[in-house]
Each structure stands twice: as structure tokens, then as C-alpha cells.
């Protein structure tokens, strides 16, 4: 017997040649799209106004589901995060952050993480596998209509939508698992799923310079680049893919991508390490590196406070420094905020993504570890003022 297709891993295009495959028209995968997408639905006798025989058809030959949650949580503040089993004892996460105006979910692309950022706990894990189209998609299929759920909002166009805004920021290197990712992204924009904004949509990426190209020219979103230093030497030693695409090749493709972006800047991302990437000298060399006469970045900066976790060695720079390093890049003319950090309290902050992944069911120890974090660190881990002007 052939095998099933989930068809959550299917992009708009590959639905209407999968309809095309069963006799039907291409209006009936658009049918079937919305019902996927747009109401959640995942048994085809709810497809009421599919023809029947249709239904009979798809029942036999393609089902619909995301992949399975382990666990669920919800922060004080309002963060949730959902541990998603991706198979084989792997599992990724899904944070979804509540903002007065946005709901933002921050999604995975592979289960760990092959470049090992220093600062990164995923990157310690190593590498274990890309995500599918079906598992990438899913988490927001997965995660819209569990908050709808929770919220008491009906599926369907006519219900308020949760989620806003999608970040491509969790475990993994978005680019180095290229084509599910730009398939999933497709859906997330297509009218017919879920409708978003290229503006709102925002890719992560380590700086893979050549699909940087590839994306622009592909399915061009809001682009983050998780920069974390000032130099080439720095670099080399936080984010090690820099020694293949140093800066200087980065911050060019970034002006290219510019031309396609749906935003007129780059977001960069710089994780505050204390005394490492975080002095005067650093925040002054970063924006020689943007406003270099011959090649200048149109850009953002997003400070975030580290997250420390032990095995890095390194330490969160404390908050007189960061205001200060803001400061220096605001005074430069670059817009520049701090980000807030979210769900400290179910490990849901940026970098902490991972390690869990062994330990999935040991919430009361997870609590205790970062009430000794908060012991270590200082009781404003986890606290932290936004700078926005
Ligand atoms: S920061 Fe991103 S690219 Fe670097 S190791 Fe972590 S997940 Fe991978």
C-alpha cells in the first residue's frame, strides 16, 4: 500500500498538483488548504463542503498532523512554550510571546544545531536532524489553533487570529535546512493558509551568506542576522561559521538582500556577553563595520541580555553596561533596543532553547535550576529594561 501523505507538507502549489493527481480542479486544494489552515481541521468528514467522494479519497490516501506536544507551559508572563517530539528521542521547541498589540511565535527548523555558537545551549547539543515541512509548519498549525483553543476563539477567518507575527529564531540554522524552511514560509504567507505579511514573517540566520542570496530571490522575509561581534577575530570565536563567511561577506549580502526585503534594514542580533563583545570600543567598531563609507547596512540592533547557562562560561553583561552600549549605537543614529527577556521561568528565553530536549519531563528541577541561576546571577536574571529611544 502506498504510503500516507501528511499534507501539512505540502506548500500551496504541491497541494494543487496533489489534488491535480486525485482528478480534481484547483480550486478544491485552495478548499482544502483553508480547512487545513485556517480552521485547524484535521478529519476530513469536517470538510463539509468537499464533495464526498473527495473525502473518501483523501481518507485513504493523506492525513493531516502535526507533530505530537510533550509537554506544555505556560509562564508567568504570559509566555508558552510547547516541547513538540520530533522522533528518535528528539525534540524541539515552540515559544509563543504575548505582546499588547502581537502575539509572536518563535518556531524551530532542525532538531540541534550544527554551528555551535559559543554562547548557544542548542549548539551544544550538536547536530541531530533538519525539520520537515510538516514538523516546521506544524508548530504553527499546532500552536494557532491551541491558543485559539485556550483563548475561546472559533477557527476559521473569522476568528481573531493569535498569532501576528512569526520569528524564525528557534533551535537550528534556518538556512542549512533551506527548502523546508522556504516551503513553510510560503504557507505562512499564502492568503490561503495563514495570510501573513512578508513583513511579519522574520528569518534568523547565522549568516550563511550564499542562501541569504538564495532567500532573497526565493521567498524574501524580514531578515535577522545574528551578528554577536564587532570583528572578524571575535567572530571566529563565538559564532564559528564566520570563519567560512567572515563579516565583510556578510554585511555585502546583507546589502543585497536589502534590494528584495519586504523591510528597509537588517535586524541584527548581539547577545551581551560580559566583558567579551560588550566595551565601548566594541559598540564603536560595530557601527564603523554598518556605516563603512564604501558599504553601509541599513539596519537595527537588538541587544539581548545573555541567558548564562554553565557549561558556557560566560556571563550576562550586567545592565548598566548594556544600557551604555545602546547608548553609543542610539547616539550613532541606529535604532537599538534591548530585548526583554521572556519566560525565564520555563526556560523559554533565547539560547535556552535546548537541553531539556534529554529531560522533558523534569519541570520541578528546571524551576529549581533557575532559582540557582537567579542565586548566581543575581536576582534580576530573567529582569530587564527595554530601551527603545
Ligand atoms: S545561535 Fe542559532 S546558529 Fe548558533 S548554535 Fe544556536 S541555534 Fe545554531
Given at each position: 500500500?502506498?504510503?500516507?501523505?501528511?499534507?501539512?507538507?505540502?506548500?500551496?502549489?504541491?497541494?494543487?498538483?496533489?489534488?491535480?493527481?486525485?482528478?480534481?480542479?484547483?480550486?478544491?486544494?485552495?478548499?482544502?488548504q483553508?480547512?487545513?489552515?485556517?480552521?485547524?481541521?484535521?478529519?476530513?468528514?469536517?470538510?463539509?463542503?468537499?464533495?464526498?467522494?473527495?473525502?473518501?479519497?483523501?481518507?485513504?490516501?493523506?492525513?493531516?498532523?502535526?507533530?505530537?506536544?510533550?509537554?506544555?507551559?505556560t509562564s508567568l508572563d504570559g509566555t508558552r512554550k510547547w516541547l513538540v517530539d520530533v522522533g528518535n528521542g528528539n525534540a524541539v521547541e515552540t515559544v509563543f510571546i504575548p505582546e499588547e498589540n502581537r502575539g509572536t511565535l518563535c518556531i524551530s527548523t532542525q532538531a540541534g544545531c550544527a554551528v555551535n555558537c559559543r554562547f548557544c545551549s542548542t549548539g551544544k547539543q550538536g547536530f541531530n536532524r533538519n525539520l520537515s515541512v510538516s514538523e516546521i509548519i506544524g508548530q504553527l498549525w499546532m500552536?494557532?489553533?491551541?491558543?485559539?483553543?485556550?483563548?475561546?476563539?472559533?477557527?476559521?477567518?473569522?476568528?481573531?487570529?493569535?498569532?501576528?507575527?512569526?520569528?524564525?529564531?528557534?533551535?537550528?540554522?534556518?538556512?542549512?535546512?533551506?527548502?523546508?524552511?522556504?516551503?513553510?514560509?510560503?504557507?505562512?504567507?499564502?492568503?490561503?493558509?495563514?495570510?501573513?505579511?512578508?513583513?511579519r514573517v522574520t528569518l534568523s540566520t547565522s549568516g550563511v551568506v550564499p542562501m541569504i542570496d538564495k532567500l532573497g530571490q526565493d521567498c524574501p522575509v524580514a531578515l535577522a542576522v545574528s551578528l554577536?561581534?564587532?570583528?572578524?577575530?571575535?567572530?571566529?570565536?563565538?559564532?564559528?561559521?564566520?570563519?567560512?563567511?567572515?563579516?565583510?561577506?556578510?554585511m555585502a549580502a546583507c546589502q543585497r538582500y536589502l534590494e528584495f526585503a519586504p523591510r528597509d534594514f537588517v535586524t541584527f542580533e548581539y547577545c551581551m556577553l560580559d566583558g567579551v563583545n560588550d566595551t565601548d570600543?566594541?559598540?564603536?567598531?560595530?557601527?564603523?563595520?554598518?556605516?563603512?563609507?564604501?558599504?553601509?547596512?541599513?539596519?537595527?540592533?537588538?541587544?539581548?541580555?545573555?541567558?548564562?547557562?554553565?557549561?558556557?562560561?560566560?556571563?550576562?553583561?550586567?545592565?548598566?553596561?548594556?544600557?551604555?552600549?545602546?547608548?553609543?549605537?542610539?547616539?550613532?543614529?541606529?535604532?537599538?533596543t534591548v530585548r526583554k527577556t521572556r519566560g525565564d521561568d520555563i526556560d523559554a528565553a533565547c539560547g535556552q532553547l535546548a537541553g531539556e530536549v534529554q529531560d522533558r519531563t523534569r519541570v520541578q528541577e528546571r524551576m529549581q535550576k533557575m532559582s540557582a541561576y537567579q542565586e548566581k546571577f543575581g536576582k534580576n536574571f530573567g529582569v530587564l529594561v527595554e530601551v527603545t529611544s
Open positions: 500500500m502506498a504510503e500516507l501523505t501528511n499534507l501539512l507538507d505540502l506548500d500551496p502549489a504541491q497541494l494543487v498538483a496533489y489534488c491535480g493527481e486525485l482528478g480534481e480542479k484547483p480550486f478544491r486544494a485552495k478548499q482544502l483553508r480547512w487545513i489552515h485556517q480552521f485547524g481541521a484535521s478529519d476530513f468528514d469536517s470538510m463539509t463542503d468537499l464533495a464526498k467522494s473527495l473525502r473518501e479519497k483523501l481518507k485513504t490516501r493523506a492525513f493531516i498532523a502535526a507533530p505530537k506536544v510533550l509537554s506544555d507551559h500552536a494557532e489553533f491551541a491558543l485559539r483553543e485556550t483563548a475561546g476563539v472559533i477557527p476559521g477567518p473569522k476568528g481573531e487570529r493569535q498569532i501576528t507575527n512569526v520569528v524564525m529564531m528557534g533551535m537550528g540554522e534556518p538556512l542549512l535546512n533551506y527548502e523546508p524552511t522556504v516551503t513553510a514560509l510560503k504557507l505562512m504567507l499564502d492568503d490561503n493558509a495563514y495570510g501573513l505579511s512578508r513583513r554577536h561581534a564587532s570583528n572578524d577575530a571575535l567572530r571566529d570565536g563565538l559564532v564559528p561559521l564566520n570563519k567560512k563567511y567572515p563579516l565583510a561577506d556578510l570600543a566594541h559598540a564603536r567598531e560595530l557601527i564603523a563595520l554598518v556605516k563603512n563609507p564604501r558599504l553601509t547596512v541599513p539596519c537595527k540592533f537588538n541587544l539581548i541580555p545573555f541567558n548564562p547557562f554553565p557549561e558556557s562560561g560566560l556571563l550576562r553583561s550586567k545592565n548598566e553596561r548594556i544600557k551604555a552600549f545602546a547608548q553609543i549605537l542610539l547616539d550613532a543614529g541606529i535604532v537599538t
